[in-house]
């Protein structure tokens, strides 16, 4: 028998009285990334090719598909998964030092970050059928304005997870100007969210969508004490690569995700969304089930240390693929946003628009199309930003959006009643977030990518241990979420002159009222080719392969009061707006009237009031603000 990948070709007859050394059955060895896969279902072959390669040093085989590896795992050390079968041919890798284990007191921290998830939840006022937020919000301190630095998945990640702005990290797009590095192109040796619990003598471990993919890659690896578990890409329907870009297989639930039935059915609309049947298994629920197995594995293993644990769920990004049942909750009858809320502010300015149907055009072909007869049909490039958003697909789309986020809800559900089984409940902070929030058709737009509410709203849920549920009004930023998290796990957060946030945690605690700032402030860029070949965000799908290539970058405050937005021209020399001169274009909009529903804070920004002469003196502050953080 033959197996040639990467060079290798092996012989088993070459091992005819074959003892495979410390074989382990039903466990998925925890080493290093998989550096080669091939099928088989025999322990024999999987272990002599390991054998037989010098490069290899342990292996696992979960039935079908035979993982080799070039380190042996740490302590041997291998995670419980039925029907694997591990071994390894090399002496294992001593484990590393520890650092110092942390002060008594310390506590666990669940961070769950849900992709695309605007505050659509019942405890922000929305008809979602969300029990587990709920349940959670009672006594958790809700956020009731929490807005992200850019309403994109890479900036606002690597934004929040590095305790740093964009303009620091140099990552305002997705994908980014660096891909494989991220911030650390930028920031080579700073010390992640999850990378300071590590430096401080934490078990840290994550699994799904954490960092954006490969930006940095494999959701950069120094900021974890064990490999972070990757997840089929954008769930039920797509299998066209991982998240974790080195390898195709990841360890634990993973290693059997391929024999998954993914086949996606009742999609309609080229798979926007999806109703897939119960007995298959979505992507965030294989995700939930790798972290709450890693829960029982940090249980079982007895280091008696505190865990920061990172779950990222893929839902509800596009497709809004989950469950049926899910689907069954809404019947259809998922409330349409406000006709009113579907077109553009008044006299906003074409810079603050993008080509929406560009960004659903490689999805779902012309069906959103205003009107499928006219030659060429309105899509992609052919969209005017005084259009409205067409209202036919707008029912399937709140209806497969509130579906993935009670899918979501479900999964969450999970993590916390396992804290609850492990005992761990009253020992962890939870923090749950989306990454930004997301245009349903509002301002006639879909996606994210803008300085409006609808992209740059997020829920940011955080609970502690015998936490009481309380409400918090004043904007905050995610930018906040680092050094809040730190303090609330009672370790001293990093100094001050080395993050950007505000540490909200006297908020949470009660022990201050007044402790925020009360401003939010966030960024986008803008490209004359962007969507369907028109203005809208810079990306190097575009072309727009660096910085400096850039044109226009907008930038926004939110107070409790007022969203003012300016536009400037962008400096690809200095990689920063053109300060000198005037805007090229400002917004103001009033949110004095807002009373914590999600209608009234899209009403708010209807009309752009920037022209009014009562509004010059909040005009001119709310400038300099703005000019003071993003100069």
């Not at 990378?195 to 994550?206: E, L, V």
């Not at 067409?390 to 209806?399: D, G, K, N, Y």
């Not at 939110?558 to 920063?576: D, H, K, M, P």
Request: with cysteine; net charge negative.
């Amino acid at each position: 028998i033959f197996h040639v990948a990467a060079g290798l070709c092996l012989s088993v007859t070459a091992y005819p009285q074959l003892q495979c050394p410390d074989v382990q059955h039903n466990v998925a060895f925890h080493a290093e990334p998989t550096y080669d896969y091939f099928p088989t279902d025999s322990v024999d072959i999987c272990c002599a090719a390991c054998l037989g390669n010098s490069s290899c040093a342990s292996w696992t085989l979960n039935g079908k598909i035979c993982h080799l590896k070039h380190d042996a795992p740490i302590g041997n050390k291998g995670l419980p998964q039925k029907g694997c079968v591990s071994g390894s041919t090399r002496k294992p890798v001593p484990p590393p030092p520890w650092p110092p284990r942390p002060p008594n007191g310390s506590l666990n921290v669940l961070f769950v970050i849900s992709d695309d998830m605007r505050p659509t939840l019942s405890v922000y006022g929305q008809p979602a059928v969300t029990p587990h937020f709920d349940a959670f919000a009672a006594n958790a301190t809700v956020f009731q304005n929490a807005y992200v630095q850019v309403a994109w998945c890479s900036p606002s990640r690597n934004s929040f997870l590095t305790g740093r702005r964009p303009d620091a990290t140099h990552i305002w797009t997705t994908p980014g100007t660096e891909p494989g590095k991220g911030f650390r192109a930028y920031g080579a040796n700073w010390v992640t969210l999850p990378g300071y619990f590590k430096q401080h003598g934490y078990i840290t471990t994550a699994g799904g969508k954490i960092f954006h993919p490969d930006e940095p890659s494999n959701n950069d690896p120094p900021s974890w004490t064990d490999e972070p578990s990757c997840a089929v890409k954008n769930d039920v329907g797509d299998r066209s690569g991982t998240f974790c870009t080195q390898w195709k297989y990841s360890w634990g639930g993973y290693l059997t995700c391929d024999d998954v039935n993914t086949s996606c059915t009742n999609c309609s609309n080229a798979g926007a969304w999806c109703a897939v049947s119960d007995d298959q298994v979505a992507g965030d629920t294989r995700i939930a089930d790798e972290m709450i197995s890693r829960m029982h594995y940090i249980k079982e293993s007895q280091l008696n240390r505190p865990f920061f644990m990172a779950v990222g769920f893929l839902k509800p990004h596009l497709p809004y693929a989950a469950p049926v049942r899910f689907y069954n909750e809404y019947n259809s009858t998922y409330p349409m946003p406000q006709k009113s809320s579907l077109s553009m502010p008044d006299k906003a300015p074409r810079i603050a628009w993008y080509d929406y149907f560009g960004s659903l055009s490689t999805r779902s072909g012309q069906v959103y199309c205003h009107n499928q007869n006219s030659s060429p049909p309105a899509c992609a490039g052919n969209v005017s930003m005084n259009d409205t958003f067409p209202l036919a697909p707008l029912r399937a789309l709140s209806t497969g959006y509130a579906a993935a986020i009670s899918h979501v809800d479900n999964e969450f559900g999970r993590l916390l009643l396992a804290l609850d089984v492990l005992n761990y409940t009253t020992q962890t902070v939870v923090i749950f977030v989306g990454d930004h929030g997301q245009n349903l058709g509002e301002h006639n737009m879909f996606s994210k990518m803008t300085l409006y509410e609808t992209s740059l709203r997020a829920p940011m849920m955080i609970r502690i241990p015998n936490g009481l549920g309380r409400v918090i009004k004043p904007p905050v930023e995610f930018v906040d979420i680092y050094p809040t998290i730190v303090s609330l796990a009672n370790l001293h957060p990093p100094a001050n002159d080395t993050l950007q946030g505000q540490n909200l945690a006297p908020l949470i605690l009660g022990s201050c009222t007044n402790c925020s700032s009360g401003m939010a402030f966030s960024q986008v860029t803008r490209c004359s080719q962007s969507y369907g070949g028109v203005l809208g965000p810079c990306s190097s799908v575009f072309g727009q392969k660096n910085a400096s290539q850039f044109e226009w970058m907008g930038m926004t405050i939110r107070t409790a009061e007022y969203r003012y937005v300016e536009w400037r021209t962008w400096n690809g020399t200095l990689l920063s707006p053109q300060w000198n001169g005037e805007p090229v274009a400002i917004e103001l909009y009033d949110h004095r009237n807002d009373d914590g529903s999600f209608d009234s804070f899209v009403n708010g920004e209807s009309v752009n009031i920037a022209s009014d002469p009562q509004f010059v003196s909040v005009l001119q502050n709310l400038s300099n603000a703005v000019r003071k953080i993003f100069n």
